[in-house]
Each structure stands twice: as structure tokens, then as C-alpha cells.
């Protein structure tokens, strides 16, 4: 019989949301220190090439600067030591327009910034600059990374001239940035030989090791703080070079320094989606089964480093078909270094896989969930393994029931209502589900009959909800009630944990706080020395035992046999979109998302990690757009008032559904993540209504109402 | 930013009084002290008209006058505006977002600067922003940028929504100078094309102050519209916007009036099309035509080829949701 008791799969509250709305969560820049001082980046306004002068005596002398720090006094760094994206100030090179150059610190932030505009400098400007990408794409090369080898399947692309019905298309997107609302901040304050970064981290013990190996220190020499980060989205993942800057002026003016970033700084300081050009070539017998897939995608990336986001992925393994190719190829550029940004590689990759196959659908007059369905795999055909478990059929034939699909109409362009044009879309997304090593701590003290828990673990919450559902899973772990529970997270200092990364936090740190839970009960049972007929929690033990004080600690990592299955987690996207037949301009007016994540462990915090990648994935869809200029280098959208996220009257009826299933392969939890998931898929469904209300296939995100006006 | 003085005036001649060449007045701030912070304003001291009592809406025997302080929110829902000068009332909320709305002042929106990121970066060639420096819009990223008007000085935009609704109304602009005397400035008149010095977006000269915004009486209140077309629902500046109010006699056009945002240097009074409609019947044939005809003049640089489409479908849009009420 299932305990109804159970907390976990229960949508609470979230334990620290009275804390956020009054303003008492601790965010980086909250952190008080005395006698703080300022530091303000200043920027490379060139691309490539190098400083030859750089004066900087005004700004010293300006009004309340203690220092101004450039690569010539800088202390020397160790530039491999994991920090993402270079601009340590370690030489007069410039690899990127915005590459940070210098920093003033000043007894406050508007001193430091007034004073960084007093800085003059000279460059001598490398005129085989890489910033155009449309030219440089003409000339891909091909990516250092082995994991973006071609990969052949069957006879790969070359089955396509055999091809009864052919779908060859190229689709564009652009670079985006994450924009987390917390800009990357942080406090840096050195206690004798050691260091304490305030910093938003979505990974504790990486962001711990970059920043002691770039500071050449000892990882137990530097401290990360982070319990509360006002997002990511993957640009808090690995840390730039801003978190060690201010290290480094906190030594030099030997005081503690507040660092936070810009929001025009944050265009060009902590990575960006790469843009990307996808080709896609589909070929299927006339009824509909498919026989090749060929995805072949051209990002840029950095100089000097190579990241991209792997487009191909989802067509790795969401159909089944013999002949099959994906390649990458890279055009390294003058621009930061991309990264990890929300469904890396796959909410780009879904975006032209299942555009493709709705032009597929289309041309064969099939019923695109009707297509999907027809080349479900039985089985994992990158690698042959056997699904944990595949949920994308039940979340196309649930979605479907629930949004009213059969009301689409099959001809595109003949839907009206008024003067709107209206349509209806899906496409399909995945994301993998992994458990990363973890470990926790608990702590029990017995007080006036009551046993009260704390939970240790080096685990980082987005604002996703990770506290409440670690505060769950210890709720149920150890029989005590969700008040009693004191979490800790986001400190260094805590047993070491997985990232908030890669979809992999809940099973990683939930696993963890799970395991020692039932550590913490078997020791505690040892020390009863009693036989029980039903197994005590640890709650009962502590007080039928009397026991003042308990704690253990364990780390937990995947279970051996998840490495022989494939584990996913699977979605359906559908969106209703209805368009002005005028202007053009598209709404959002329905959109659901069926998602099967394995455990759901809070589905109120779960629908808001959906619904958030929904409108990401909306805005990816119809808004967001980073534009370089190719004479420059720099930005040209360099602020919110045109790098444009969805606003409130964008987004319209948000549904999240999650499928009921028990997937104990993966982890002994059975939590897949969602994290990722969210926003695969997304822009696909969206660009396929577009299609259904207009007949007009755009292929290039955004789809601005320029695209779509009547030709 | 750069260090400033920060002064209080109470009262207009107060306000006169304490403006230098290197200061400016501040009224909401959403848009000076953006300039400010973006290092492409540097006023060496700022004079808060926050006390001035120029915030009123009140009706005049010829019309209604909006003072220049009333704020943006306040106007536009002010039950006047909104029954007789609707156009004007849904152009304002067309524009910014409820926050910005709330703080944003009449006069202030008027002077609001242009959107053009060249500008607001300070590294990049701009006449506006340093005569003479170049523009780097013009071979630029310029899908935002002007179709109409523009000179090889400068090709921006004038970004505000409620001056395109009142350069359709023939609104005056009442000024009050150092002097201590007083001018009217007919909208039309008011903004300014780039020509040869971008730097000046209006004929106010420096120094001068806006008391109030005159609209005159108008038969346009049953016919009319505000349509911004843009790159999401709200908060965004318009790719192409149309005021349109027409005087009808039955299905006949006794006048239109017609401007046009996101097209030009200024609020594009949409004059060929407006002469066209003058005396035909209200149809799709004549709106099609007297929209193909503004736009054949229209000069489109490399990225905003589209506005040309864009402004003959939006024309057509405005001119029909005007003509059903
Ligand atoms: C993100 C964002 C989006 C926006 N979107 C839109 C939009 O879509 N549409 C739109 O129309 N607007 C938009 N705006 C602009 C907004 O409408 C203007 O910033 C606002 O109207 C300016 O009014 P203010 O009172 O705040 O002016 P202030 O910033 O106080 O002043 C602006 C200028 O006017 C001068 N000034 C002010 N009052 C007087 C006076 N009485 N006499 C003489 N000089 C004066 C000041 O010295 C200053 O130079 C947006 C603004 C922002 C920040
Ligand atoms: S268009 Fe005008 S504002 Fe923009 S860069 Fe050119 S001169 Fe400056």
C-alpha cells in the first residue's frame, strides 16, 4: 500500500519563498563586509590585436580611487586553471570585442565607474579579425572536440539520393544570451591566506577548484558561498573571469571588493548561445518511414577555445532510421567564448529535427504526431540499448487529448478568427537523465521530544526549488516532519555535490540527501540493538533510544546497471499561435508541455521549471536576437530594451502535464530531471504553428513580424 | 556616469533660473538618467521639475491642455482623453511599460532621445551623439532605422509613441524661455529632420522649458486608431506605427489625418495619403492606394527593407480599425 504520508510528489510551497519575497535570501551582493571597496571592469573596444598604451592617470587620480588594475600590474594567474573564457588581464592580447581589459576600484561603485571612463587606450588592431560569420561560414573547419566526430550510421547520408520523399533544409538560429536576473556578482574577502568568494555558483565544488587553480591556491584555501542564485541558466555553471578578478583586487587594495557585472557587461562576459546553422536532410519511403537523417551543423565558437552545443543530439536517438549522419564543423571567432545555455545543443537541435520532420508530415499529408509515432524506436539506436523507459508516444497521445488537436486544421493558412490566423504545432524534445556523485550529511539532535534535522550538502539552488525538494526527500528519509528541517546548501564547505547542470541536480543531490538518510537509520538501529518487526525511521529511533545527537555522512553515485540503458527524460510541445494577418505579429495564445521526467518529486516547483523553459523557448521562438556587428565586433543589441525577452502580454495560457511513471533505473529515486527538458522542443512547436496559421516555413529564429508579412 | 550636482526647482521661473549649459532638467529621469548611466549624457548638474505645478489636465475653449509634468499613466487614462482623444489615449499605452508609463512625464516624453544603440555605445562613430564623428548606423545594423527622411548624417528613428498620436492631432507645444517669455511650437514643426545636425532632435533651444501640450478640438474621437507593429507584445519600441483619425460624412473621407512611428527622424505626418483619402469613400481599394502611395517615397537602408511592406499593411490596418470605430 502506498503511504499517503509521503511529502515527496507533493506540491508544497517552496521552504525559503517567504524568505526570497521579503528580501532576507542572501544573494551574492547581499553579503555585508566592512570596509568594502568597488571594482568596475572596463572593456577592449577592438576585436583582435593588442594594447599598445594604456593610460590610466586620470583615473587614479579621480575622485575616491584606491587602485586602478591592468594587465601591467596585475599578479601573474594560472590561465589553465578552469575558469571559462580568458580575460584574466594576464597580457596586452585581445581576443574579443568587451574582453575585460582593466578594473577600477573605488571607494564606491559610481566612483569606480566614473573613473573607468577616464582611462585611454591605444591598440594596434589585428586586421584578420574573425567577427563576420555569415563570410566565415562559407569555410567551416573542422571542431577539435572528439565527441563531435562525424558519426555514420548505415550508409549515412548518401541513402538520401535513394529517398522516395526528400526534406533538405537549412535552419538558422542566433546567439542568445541567458540573462539570468541576478547579474554574475561577487564579494570577494581574504581572511589571511584564504579566500571567500560570494558568488553565484551553480556548481559549488567546480566553481571551488577553478578559482583556487587560477589563483594558484589550495581548493581548501577558498570558500564558495552561494545559497540562493537568482538563475543561470548555465552561465553559472563554469565561472568566468570576473570571480577572480575580484579576488585579485581584494588583494591588491587589500580589502574586501564587490564585483557585479553590468548588464551590458553581461552580453559579453560570461558566454552566450552560439549561433548556428543546421542542415537537415530527411528521407522517407512514400508512407512515411524514414530511412536517413542527416544533421549537420555549423556553430561558431571562441579563438582561442572551443565550446559548442551539440545540435545533433536528439537526432541521435529520437527515430528510428537506418542511414544516419551527424557532423559538426566550427567557425572560431572574435566573441566570447560560448557555452552551456538552457537544453544545450538540444533546444537548437529539436528546433530544426522537428521542424524538418513537420515539413515531412506536411509533404507527405500525414498528421505529424501521426509520423512521429510511426518511427518510434524500440530501442536506443546510437548505442543499441534498451530504454530505461521512452515516454514520447503516451506525451503526444495525452498532449494531444488535452490541448484539443483534432480542432487543428491539416491545410495550412485556413483557420481564422477575426483578423487572426490561427495554428496549431508540435514537436517533440528529450534530455538525458543522469546521477552524478554526490554526498550529504545529516545532523539529528533530540530536544524536548522533538528530533530536529539538518541536512549538509555542497548542492546550489537556481530558484529552481532544489532546497524544498532536498527538504522533502529528508522529510520522508527520516520520518520527520518538513518544519523540523534546517537545509544547508551552497558552501564549499559542505560535503562535496554535483552542479545544478545537465538536468542532473534533483536525482544527484536527492539521491544523496536519500541514501544518508537511510545510512543515518541502519546506524542507528546498529546502535538500538533491537529487532523491529516494521522498520523504525530514523525519528523513532532517536527518541525511543534517547539519543541526544546522531550524524553521518555518505556519498551516494548512479547505480551500475543505469549504464547499460538508455535513460531520458521525453516531452510533447504544443503550441496554438494566433497571427495578425496584417502586421504579422504572432502570439502565443495556448501552449502545453507533456513531459515524462521519471519521479516527480514537488509538481509545483516542477511546473514552474517547465513553464520557465516554455517561455524561454517562446522567446527563442519569436524574440530573442543578438546581433554582431561584423565591422566591429561588438553587440549592436546591447541592452533589454532590445534584446527582447517575453514580456507578460507574450506569453499566453502556459499548461505543464506530467506522464505517471516509475523509471527506478536511472537512480534509486526514480527522478529523471527537468530542468533542461523544459525548453526542448519548444521554438520547433511554435515555428510549426506559425506554419499551420500561415503556410510560410520560417527557418531562421526569431520570427519577428518582418517574416511574415503578406508577399 | 560622472559626478552632479542635484538642485530643486519650485516653480518655472526657478527652473529658468538655475539652467546652464551644462545641465538639464529631469522630469520622470527614465530616459535622462539612462543617458546618464550610459555615459552618453553628462550633464554637470541635474534640475528636478518633480514641485513645478504643471501637472494638470484641464480643458481649454479650444480644446484641452496637457501640462507637462502630468505623467504618461495619468493622461492617457484621464476620462477627457480618453472620450475625446482616444487615439492619443491608446498610443500613450501603446508605448513603454506600466512602470515606465507611471513615472514618465508629457514634456519628458517628447524629449525622449533616439533608441539607436550606436548612439547609447559610446566607442561608435555618432553624429548625434559627437558631431561630426560619423554614423555608424548607416552601413550598420539598421532594421530599426529610417525609411523616410533621413540624410547621410544620420538615419535614426524618433522612438516616442504618444507624439505620433499627437502630430495626427495638430497639437502645439507651449515653451517658456529664460527670458520669461513664451512660444507655441505646432507639432509638425517641433521635431526635426537630421539634415545636417543630427545632435538637434527639436527646435526647443537649450535652456527652454515645456509648460504644456495644447490639443486643439478634433471630429476624430469615433474614427480612429493607434497600431504599433514590434518585436513582442508590449514593452518594445515599433518597428512601424500609425495614428490615423478620419472625419467621415457618411462612407466619405472629409479628413484624415494620418502620422506614422518608427519610420523617421520625427512623427511622420503621412501627408500624400492623407491628401488622397481627402473627399473619397472610405474602401480597401482607396486605403490600399493611398498607403502604396506614402510608401513609393520611402528610402529603406540594408536591414528595414521590410517597413516598407510593414507601413502599407499597417496604413491599411489603422485606416480600417479608424473607419469601424
Ligand atoms: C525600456 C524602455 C522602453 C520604452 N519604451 C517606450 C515605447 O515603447 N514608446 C515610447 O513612446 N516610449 C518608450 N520609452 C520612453 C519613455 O516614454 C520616456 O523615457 C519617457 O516618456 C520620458 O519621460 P520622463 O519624464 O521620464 O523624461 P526625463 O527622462 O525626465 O527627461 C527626458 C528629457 O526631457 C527633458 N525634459 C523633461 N521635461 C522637460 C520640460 N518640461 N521642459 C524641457 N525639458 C524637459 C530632460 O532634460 C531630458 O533631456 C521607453 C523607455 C524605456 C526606459
Ligand atoms: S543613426 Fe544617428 S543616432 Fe544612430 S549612429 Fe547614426 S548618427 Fe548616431
Same mark, same amino acid.
Given at each position: ?198 558568488? $553565484? #555558483?551553480?556548481?559549488?565544488?567546480? &566553481?571551488?577548484?577553478?578559482? !583556487?587553480?587560477? %589563483?594558484?591556491?589550495? @581548493?581548501?584555501?577558498? *570558500? ?124 537548437? $537541435? #529539436?528546433?530544426?529535427?522537428?521542424? &524538418?520532420?513537420?515539413?515531412? !508530415?506536411?509533404? %507527405?499529408?500525414?498528421? @505529424?504526431?501521426?509520423? *512521429? ?136 543531490? !536527492? ?201 | ?325
Amino acid at each position: 500500500m502506498e503511504n499517503t504520508n509521503k511529502i515527496i510528489g507533493k506540491g508544497i510551497d517552496r521552504i525559503d519563498g517567504i524568505m526570497k519575497i521579503t528580501g532576507k535570501a542572501t544573494y551574492a551582493t547581499d553579503y555585508p563586509a566592512k570596509n568594502m571597496a568597488y571594482a568596475v571592469l572596463f572593456k577592449s573596444t577592438i576585436a583582435s590585436g593588442k594594447i599598445v598604451e594604456m593610460d590610466t592617470a586620470d583615473a587614479e587620480k579621480s575622485p575616491g580611487v584606491i587602485q586602478v588594475i591592468t594587465h601591467k600590474n596585475a599578479p601573474k594567474l594560472n590561465v589553465k586553471g578552469g575558469l571559462r573564457g580568458g580575460a584574466l588581464l594576464q597580457g596586452p592580447e585581445i581576443t574579443f570585442h568587451g574582453q575585460h581589459i582593466g578594473m577600477v576600484v573605488a571607494e564606491t561603485f559610481e566612483q569606480a565607474t566614473a573613473a573607468s571612463h577616464l582611462i585611454q587606450v591605444k591598440y594596434q588592431q589585428d586586421k584578420t579579425e574573425k567577427i563576420d560569420f555569415d563570410e566565415l561560414a562559407k569555410k567551416p573547419e573542422m571542431p577539435k572536440g572528439k565527441e563531435l566526430a562525424d558519426l555514420v550510421r548505415g550508409a549515412g547520408k548518401s541513402a538520401l539520393s535513394q529517398a522516395e520523399i526528400k526534406i533538405e533544409e537549412a535552419y538558422e538560429t542566433p546567439i542568445e544570451h541567458h540573462h539570468p536576473m541576478e547579474p554574475h556578482a561577487t564579494v570577494a574577502v581574504w581572511e589571511g591566506e584564504n579566500l571567500i568568494l560570494y558568488n $553565484g #555558483s551553480q556548481i559549488i565544488n567546480g &566553481a571551488q577548484t577553478a578559482a !583556487a587553480a587560477t %589563483l594558484n591556491l589550495r @581548493p581548501e584555501q577558498v *570558500r564558495i558561498v552561494s545559497p540562493y542564485i537568482g538563475g543561470g541558466f548555465g552561465s553559472k555553471g563554469g565561472q568566468w573571469a570576473n570571480v577572480v578578478l575580484a579576488a585579485v583586487a581584494a588583494k591588491m587594495v587589500n580589502r574586501p571588493v564587490k564585483l557585479v557585472l553590468t548588464r551590458q557587461q553581461m552580453f559579453n562576459s560570461v558566454g552566450l548561445r552560439q549561433r548556428n546553422i543546421q542542415k537537415i536532410s530527411l528521407g522517407a519511403t512514400k508512407d512515411g518511414i524514414l530511412t536517413t537523417l542527416a544533421h549537420e551543423t555549423i556553430s561558431h565558437t571562441a579563438v582561442d577555445s572551443e565550446y559548442i552545443e551539440p545540435c545533433g543530439d536528439c537526432s541521435k536517438i529520437m527515430y528510428e532510421v537506418p542511414n544516419s549522419l551527424i557532423s559538426y564543423r566550427v567557425v572560431p571567432m572574435n566573441l566570447i567564448l560560448p557555452t552551456y545555455t538552457r537544453g544545450p545543443g538540444k533546444s537548437t $537541435g #529539436s528546433f530544426a529535427l522537428e521542424c &524538418a520532420m513537420d515539413e515531412l !508530415a506536411h509533404q %507527405l499529408k500525414m498528421d @505529424p504526431i501521426a509520423l *512521429r509515432i510511426k518511427n518510434e524506436p524500440k530501442k536506443d539506436p546510437s548505442n543499441g540499448k534498451p530504454w530505461s523507459s521512452r515516454t514520447t508516444v503516451k506525451c503526444l497521445e495525452e498532449g494531444a487529448k488535452a490541448f484539443g488537436w483534432e480542432k487543428r486544421k491539416a491545410i495550412p493558412g485556413t483557420h481564422f478568427s477575426g483578423e487572426n490566423l490561427i495554428g496549431y504545432g508540435v514537436a517533440c524534445g528529450t534530455y538525458p537523465a543522469r546521477q552524478r556523485d554526490s554526498s550529504a550529511n545529516i545532523k539529528l539532535t533530540l530536544k524536548a521530544g522533538q528530533v530536529y534535522a539538518i541536512i549538509e550538502i555542497a548542492a546550489s539552488d537556481l530558484g529552481t526549488g532544489t532546497n524544498t525538494i532536498l527538504a522533502q526527500t529528508a522529510a520522508d528519509g527520516l520520518g520527520i516532519p518538513l518544519s523540523l528541517i534546517t537545509m544547508k546548501i551552497g558552501d564549499s564547505d559542505l560535503p562535496p555535490a554535483a552542479g545544478s547542470v545537465g538536468s542532473v541536480g534533483a536525482s544527484s543531490f !536527492a539521491n544523496a540527501v536519500n541514501d544518508a538518510c537511510t545510512k543515518i537509520t541502519d546506524e542507528l538501529l546498529a546502535k538500538s540493538n533491537k529487532q523491529f518487526f516494521v522498520r523504525p525511521t530514523a525519528n523513532d529511533l532517536m527518541i525511543s533510544e534517547k539519543i541526544a545527537a546522531f550524524e553521518t555522512q555518505s556519498s551516494s553515485k548512479a547505480p551500475a546497471e543505469a549504464e547499460q540503458y538508455s535513460a531520458h527524460s521525453f516531452n510533447a510541445n504544443f503550441a496554438e499561435v494566433s497571427i495578425n494577418k496584417l502586421t504579422g505579429m504572432v502570439k502565443v495564445t495556448r501552449f502545453l508541455a507533456v513531459t515524462g521526467a521519471g519521479k516527480i518529486l514537488n509538481p509545483k516547483t516542477a511546473r514552474s521549471q517547465i513553464i520557465g523553459g516554455n517561455i524561454w523557448g517562446i522567446g527563442m521562438a519569436l524574440t530573442e536576437e543578438s546581433v554582431i556587428d561584423p565591422r566591429y565586433g561588438n553587440f549592436a543589441i546591447r541592452s533589454f530594451a532590445d534584446y527582447h525577452v517575453p514580456a507578460n502580454l507574450d506569453v499566453g495560457q502556459l499548461d505543464a502535464m506530467f506522464i505517471n511513471e516509475v523509471d527506478m533505473i536511472p537512480n534509486k529515486m526514480g527522478v529523471k530531471g527537468i530542468g533542461e527538458v523544459g525548453i526542448v522542443g519548444v521554438a520547433a512547436a511554435i515555428a510549426n504553428a506559425v506554419f499551420n496559421a500561415t503556410g510560410k516555413r520560417i527557418r531562421s529564429l526569431p520570427i519577428t513580424p518582418d517574416k511574415l508579412l503578406p508577399s | 556616469m560622472i559626478p552632479f550636482k542635484f538642485s530643486i526647482a519650485k516653480n518655472p521661473s526657478e527652473a529658468l533660473g538655475l539652467i546652464h549649459p551644462h545641465a538639464a532638467f529631469l522630469a520622470g529621469g527614465t530616459n535622462i538618467l539612462d543617458l546618464m548611466k550610459e555615459h552618453v549624457a553628462q550633464p554637470t548638474e541635474i534640475i528636478d521639475l518633480g514641485r513645478l505645478p504643471l501637472n494638470t489636465i484641464k480643458p481649454t475653449a479650444t480644446g484641452i491642455s496637457l501640462g507637462a509634468l502630468a505623467k504618461n499613466t495619468e493622461t492617457a487614462n484621464h476620462q477627457l482623453i480618453r472620450k475625446d482623444y482616444p487615439m492619443l489615449s491608446k498610443a500613450i499605452l501603446a508605448g513603454a511599460s506600466a512602470q515606465i508609463r507611471n513615472m514618465a512625464s508629457n514634456g519628458g516624453n517628447l524629449l525622449q532621445r533616439t533608441r539607436c544603440s550606436y548612439f547609447y555605445e559610446i566607442n561608435m562613430p555618432c553624429n548625434k551623439r559627437v558631431p561630426g564623428s560619423g554614423c555608424a548606423a548607416m552601413k550598420g545594423f539598421n532594421r530599426m532605422h529610417a525609411i523616410f527622411g533621413w540624410s547621410d548624417q544620420c538615419v535614426a528613428v524618433y522612438p516616442s509613441d504618444m507624439a505620433i498620436a499627437l502630430s495626427a492631432l495638430n497639437a502645439n507645444v507651449t515653451v517658456m524661455q529664460q527670458n520669461g517669455g513664451e512660444r507655441s511650437i505646432p507639432f509638425i514643426d517641433f521635431h526635426l529632420l537630421p539634415k545636417d545636425h543630427p545632435e538637434k532632435d527639436n527646435s526647443l533651444k537649450h535652456g527652454e522649458l515645456i509648460t504644456s501640450i495644447e490639443l486643439p478640438k478634433n471630429n476624430f474621437a469615433g474614427h480612429s486608431a493607434y497600431i504599433k507593429v514590434r518585436d513582442r507584445h508590449s514593452y518594445a519600441f515599433a518597428l512601424v506605427s500609425v495614428a490615423a483619425g478620419f472625419e467621415l460624412q457618411g462612407s466619405t473621407i472629409k479628413t484624415a489625418h494620418i502620422a506614422m512611428g518608427g519610420v523617421a527622424h520625427k512623427p511622420w505626418r503621412a501627408l500624400k495619403a492623407e491628401a488622397f483619402l481627402k473627399d473619397k469613400a472610405a474602401t480597401l481599394a482607396n486605403f490600399t492606394k493611398a498607403a502604396n502611395l506614402e510608401m513609393s517615397a520611402a528610402k529603406p537602408l540594408a536591414h528595414n527593407k521590410f517597413k516598407i511592406e510593414m507601413g502599407k499593411q499597417t496604413l491599411i490596418h489603422a485606416f480600417e480599425v479608424a473607419l469601424k470605430g
